[in-house]
């Protein structure tokens, strides 16, 4: 059976056939950098990372490029507030989200654009797209009218007729006189007093949100890609409006197939910043494993909500635990005579039929992990055999092929013991210790290190240390 996906844009499950035969090309959205990321995020990097690593399994050569959206109202917004610059702010979660994502064990992508370097490519397409007639310029203002593009509205199902304006998304008040349609939007912004701006053939000015992820595809991947994922609010009106500014331009489709993952829930409820219960995939790894979080996610399908309950939570702790301790017992195994430490030998054929079959049907984890967990029952069995009885019942070319293949699998789904998980303070710290700290910190703030100053707030956080900073000043007590 080949490799089916679920594309969005056709609502229907297709064979998968890359445009080059053996490669991909992919791209995901990434984030907004004015905060640490939330778990909605963090689903959409570990779902994405999955399919990457699944295509790379089946052979294929993935070129993998994810974009840091550093120009936006809510960074320049953090940035006034922290009286600090817009790329102070965007550097320092960007930081921030390599290190949580790599603590998430998501491979790094070939390539991570950001829009203040791409504002050259950003320029050419609009100006492309005002030579075309799909965009006019307003009062520093560039626009793109979406009645032009006779597709608008393809990728979401939506029917431009039927729409409420004021429904799309990031609304800004003072562009409603300036378009010609309430749906058209923003691909050039007039540059206002104080705000970082660019140069161009529009007076000066900053890109709008959408535009940037057009110009990045198009410059690091090409005109036509074959995947483009994120999770599924962006379906409109982001990746709407990606298809009709670069569709428009090349003619060509932006991608062959495109994935959205479902709705994140936080105990029972949507989550969502208007009712304020987003968190922070950085607060939740303080309490849960980093795997037991990557394990959580891959125990729904992708397509799936999933529901964030502290018990769901502990259940996928004891999972990895599991699988955990199957794992262990590979240094057991690997003291038996005649075990080679060579990876040559053959994995079991019929488990890893099963799972790519599972992985196959639209990257079906749960599936997936089940023959996974399958595996992990027999090497804890032959584990404890060989514990308490000194001999494990399979023979060693039977026992290493199964240790193989466990090991194997549990890759392709990313989850891997990390050696260096999060560094961690000992237990009871002496106020003098706390002391030292918080001097530690004072010196980081003072360099502007703000990645360093808030590891040393959250890791005095971890021991039950609050810290309130007034003026130059921290004062804390231990809660
Ligand atoms: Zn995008």
Request: glycine share 6%; with cysteine.
């Amino acid at each position: 059976m080949p490799l089916t996906i679920y594309n969005s844009l056709t609502r229907q499950k297709e064979p998968f056939e890359p445009i080059e035969p053996g490669k991909v090309r992919m791209y995901v959205c990434g984030i907004t950098a004015y905060n640490y990321f939330h778990v909605g995020n963090a689903r959409v990097f570990i779902i994405f990372d999955v399919v990457r690593r699944y295509l790379m399994w089946r052979g294929y050569q993935v070129r993998y490029v994810q974009n840091f959206t550093d120009i936006d109202d809510k960074i320049l917004k953090r940035a006034i507030a922290e009286g600090s610059t817009m790329q102070e702010v965007a550097d320092r979660f960007i930081d921030a989200y390599f290190e949580d994502a790599d603590r998430l064990n998501i491979l790094r992508a070939d390539s991570y654009p950001r829009a203040t370097h791409t504002i050259n490519g950003i320029q050419r397409l609009i100006h492309e797209l005002e030579q075309r007639h799909y965009a006019y310029a307003a009062d520093g203002d560039v626009y793109y009218a979406v009645r032009q593009f006779p597709h608008y509205g393809k990728l979401s199902g939506r029917k431009l007729d039927d729409m409420q304006a004021g429904a799309s998304g990031r609304v800004d008040e003072e562009e409603g006189d300036k378009k010609k349609d309430p749906f058209d939007f923003a691909l050039w912004k007039a540059a206002k007093p104080g705000e970082p701006a660019w140069e161009s053939p529009w007076g000066a000015g900053r890109p709008g949100w959408h535009i940037e992820c057009s110009a990045m595809v198009r410059q690091e991947l090409g005109e036509s890609i074959d995947i483009h994922a994120g999770g599924m609010d962006l379906t409109f009106p982001h990746h709407e409006n990606e298809i009709a500014q670069s569709e428009a331009v090349t003619g060509k489709p932006l991608a062959n197939y495109w994935m959205h993952n479902g709705f994140v829930n936080m105990d029972g409820e949507k989550m969502s910043k208007s009712l304020g219960n987003t968190r922070l995939t950085r607060d939740l790894l303080t309490n849960y494993d980093p795997m037991a979080f990557r394990l959580f996610v891959l125990q729904a399908h992708y397509r799936k909500p999933i529901d964030f309950t502290a018990d769901a939570l502990e259940a996928a702790e004891s999972g990895w635990k599991t699988l955990n301790e199957a794992f262990q017992y590979g240094s057991k195994f690997a003291q038996l005579p005649g075990w080679s430490s060579e990876q040559s030998i053959e994995l079991e054929r019929a488990m890893v039929d099963r799972f790519n079959e599972a992985m196959d049907d639209d990257f079906n984890t749960p599936i997936a992990l089940s023959v996974i967990f399958e595996l992990a029952k027999d090497l804890r069995r032959e584990g404890n055999l060989l514990v308490h009885e000194g001999q494990p019942s399979l023979s060693i070319k039977q026992l290493q092929c199964q240790w193989q293949t466990f090991e194997n699998l549990l890759q392709v789904l990313g989850l891997e013991n990390q050696p260096e998980a999060a560094p961690t303070l000992s237990e009871g710290l002496t106020d003098a210790e706390i002391e030292a700290l918080i001097q530690q910190r004072q010196d980081a703030r003072q360099a502007k290190n703000w990645v360093e100053s808030d590891r040393i707030r959250n890791e005095l956080e971890a021991q039950g240390i609050k810290l309130i900073d007034k003026g130059n000043v921290t004062n804390w007590y231990r809660s």
